[in-house]
Every structure is written in C-alpha cells, then in structure tokens.
C-alpha cells in the first residue's frame, strides 16, 4: 500500500503539472484578446501625429484633436507617406519645409526598419554569408563558401566541406591586425542578395569592441569602428540604408537606440535616437522615416509610445502614447491561475518551460477549491488535510488532475 502510494503521488504530481500547461492554454485560446492599435505616423505638414485608418475610405485621417480628415486632404498633410499617390494625381509639390522634394530624392531618404526581440533571441547555426561588397560584373551574389568565428575565423566550403586556409589565414591575420580579440560574441549582417549594396557584418569582440568586416575584390576590409569604446552594445541590426548614410541600429545595455552613421571621412559615428529607452527582451520597435521626420513606434506589454525625430539630427520633435486595455485573458488568469506553465516565451524563439506567476490575487481561487474539495472528500482525517493542502499549493490544475486520476484507496 505504502509503494501503491508513492506512486500515485508522482504521477499526480506529473498530471498536475500537465494541468498547469493544458488549462491555461485553452483558458488562453477562449479568451485572449488582441491588441489592436491605430496606425500613427508624424505628419510634415500636419504638424503633429495622425491616427490613419486605411478601412475607410473617405475619412481615413484623424489628428490629436479629433479633426477628421478626406483621403485627398490626407494625402496632402502627410505627402512624405503618400508621394506615390500625389505624383500619380500630379499634386506631388516642389518643396515640403524648404526641401526640395523629388521622387528620387524621397526615395533615397526612405527608412523602414522593424526590431522584434525573437530576432535577438533566436538560435543561431553560427554560419555566416560573406559577400563580394564590390563585384566586378552583375550584383551581390552568393559565395561557395561560409565562414565561422571560433578562437579565429574560418572559410569553409560549402560542397567539400573544407575548411580554405589560405582565406582564412588571410582574414584572421587582418583582424588580429586591426585589434580583433577572438572569440567574437556575435555577427550581425545582412546576407540577402535583394539589395543595391553589401556591407558585410558588424562584430563584437571578446572585449566589447566593434568591428565591420567585408570582403573587397576579394580582400579582407577589418576596421574598429570605436563605437564600443563609449557605448556598451548589446546588439546590432544592418541596415543598408539607401543613401548610405548609416550602416545599422544599435541598442547598448541601457536600452537606448542608436544608429551607426557613416561621416565623409569614411568613419563610424554613433547618433542617438532621440528617445526614451526599450527593452530589447520584450519590445518591438518599427522605425518609418523619410526626408523631414521619422516616426518611432515601440510597442510594449503597456501599450505603444510614438516617436517624431526630426530626420538630420534624430532630435526629438514630438510624442504620442496608447495604453493597453487588459483583455478578458489577462483579467481570467490574475484571477484562477497563481502561476502556469508555458512552453516558451512569446518574444523568444526557444522552446523551453517557463512558469508565469500572476500575483498573489489568484490564490483565492486556490482557497476556494481547497475548501470545496474539503467539503466533497471522504474518508479520514488524514486524506482530508493531505488534499487541502496539495491544493491550496496547485489549485485548479491540481483538481483536474485529481479528477482524471483513480482515487488513492484508503489504508
């Protein structure tokens, strides 16, 4: 009887912490609610941030104030946005702020960036694609080969499986000449060949340092951009602006964000956004920018906060924020499950358990079914208090478990 026990134990226990997963999931999928926010974006002759609703069609624009606007009168308050629909009606103007405004112009000066943090998170194979940044006929294309940062760095080929000493000798000698300190913690690039140029990867070396390596009619190009020795980076995103006039985002550990710009010299100069900090851990940020203004929106468990920089310097021009509203799972879960089980976080790409706690107000669910389970138990005294406890500790999971198992027999 005493084995008959212990058994029974473990695999409540292991159904229990089933319960904790299962529960709250189908909890999760009959209540959960997404959050549906506005498209806002900071207007050049607007003046100020409009609350854009592409469903409707004749009034799709709306300011702070509550003015409502037709689509042709959005078009004309925000023509950055919208420069393709007023060149095709022929409204596009000359000049919007005292810059001159040409099509090619508006798209050389566009920036659309994204940051999501399962980018961040995400496994890496620890393979990477290094592009000719300077190929003599026809555009970037794929080389035969890969490379990987160890206690150096090596080529390898991709059909032999090879690893290219010669190449790899050649690149570990250039970044040992310029100051690299092996092993890197990470590379950041950009290996698509859906670009006008390739600006090869940006690496941190074992001491905080970054570094931009490319390869150049065949040759290794290493230089310290010194941007570390000021900032202390946390991550690198490239972007391969269309006007060149920066090589990517940074967020240093403090959470600020910073892009990389390249000076006339042919150096790295960081220039801090102009605004207040992200977690890169859990917050998404979309970056809209155009010739005049960019639009920074960051979107937290909180809500969202907008972002007007002004575009030369990425000074602060304005700020707009939407709270939150909890929906009916965030409300359910306070209030039935004290803490559950999940197979993973919504802003990682691992698959791992990881346990929520909600707080301390969901432990009166825990003491109602305690003292329901109280009254409905049989048997002794015994049983009766080993079951009020297990669930004034499991709650809910704890009785489903209790009920999908045969009853422990008396002794």
């Avoid at 620890?126 to 555009?139: A, C, D, N, V």
């Avoid at 290219?164 to 060949?193: L, Y």
């Avoid at 559950?340 to 909600?358: D, I, K």
Wanted: aromatic share 10%.
């Amino acid at each position: 009887m005493k084995h008959q026990n212990i058994l029974y134990a473990v695999i409540l226990v292991c159904t229990t912490v089933v319960c904790m997963w299962v529960l709250p999931a189908l909890v999760k999928m009959a209540t959960r609610e997404p959050q549906e926010y506005p498209f806002v974006y900071y207007g050049s002759v607007l003046k100020g941030f409009g609350l854009v609703d592409y469903k409707n069609k004749e009034m799709p624009l709306t300011d702070l104030a509550g003015n409502r606007y037709t689509a042709e009168q959005f078009d004309s308050l925000m023509p950055l946005l919208n420069y393709r629909q007023l060149m095709s009606d022929g409204r596009l103007p000359d000049s919007i702020g005292g810059r001159e405004v040409t099509p090619p112009l508006l798209r050389m000066s566009t920036v659309i960036f994204r940051y999501k943090p399962e980018e961040v998170s995400a496994p890496e194979s620890g393979l990477y694609i290094l592009q000719e940044s300077m190929p003599r006929r026809g555009g970037l294309s794929i080389p035969p080969d890969v490379f990987r940062l160890r206690g150096g760095i090596e080529f390898v080929d991709a059909a032999t499986n090879r690893v290219d000493e010669k190449k790899s000798a050649r690149f570990r000698k250039a970044m040992e000449k310029a100051g690299f300190a092996f092993p890197a913690r990470w590379a950041a690039g950009n290996p698509t060949t859906l670009k006008s140029y390739d600006e090869g990867y940006f690496c941190l070396d074992a001491r905080g340092r970054l570094f931009h390596l490319k390869m150049v009619n065949g040759r290794p190009y290493v230089r310290d951009t010194h941007a570390g020795d000021s900032i202390d980076i946390r991550s690198f995103s490239m972007y391969e602006a269309p006007d060149r006039r920066f090589y990517g985002f940074m967020f240093d550990r403090k959470g600020s964000l910073y892009i990389l710009e390249s000076d006339l010299a042919g150096g790295y100069e960081p220039r801090k956004l102009g605004m207040g900090p992200v977690d890169p851990e859990t917050d998404r940020v979309t970056v809209m920018g155009n010739l005049l203004y960019w639009t920074v929106t960051v979107e937290t468990p909180g809500g969202r906060r907008y972002y007007a920089l002004d575009t030369p310097t990425l000074g602060p021009v304005a700020e707009y924020h939407i709270d939150a509203e909890p929906d009916r799972w965030e409300r359910v879960s306070r209030r039935l499950f004290p803490v559950y089980l999940t197979m993973g976080r919504e802003n990682s790409s691992y698959v791992a358990p990881h346990l929520t706690f909600t707080g301390v107000a969901a432990l009166a669910a825990n003491v109602v079914v305690a003292l329901l389970a109280l009254l409905a138990t049989g048997g002794g005294r015994k049983r009766k208090v080993w079951t009020v406890c297990y669930l004034l500790l499991t709650g809910i999971a704890g009785l489903a478990a209790m009920a999908l198992l045969p009853r422990l027999r008396r002794e």
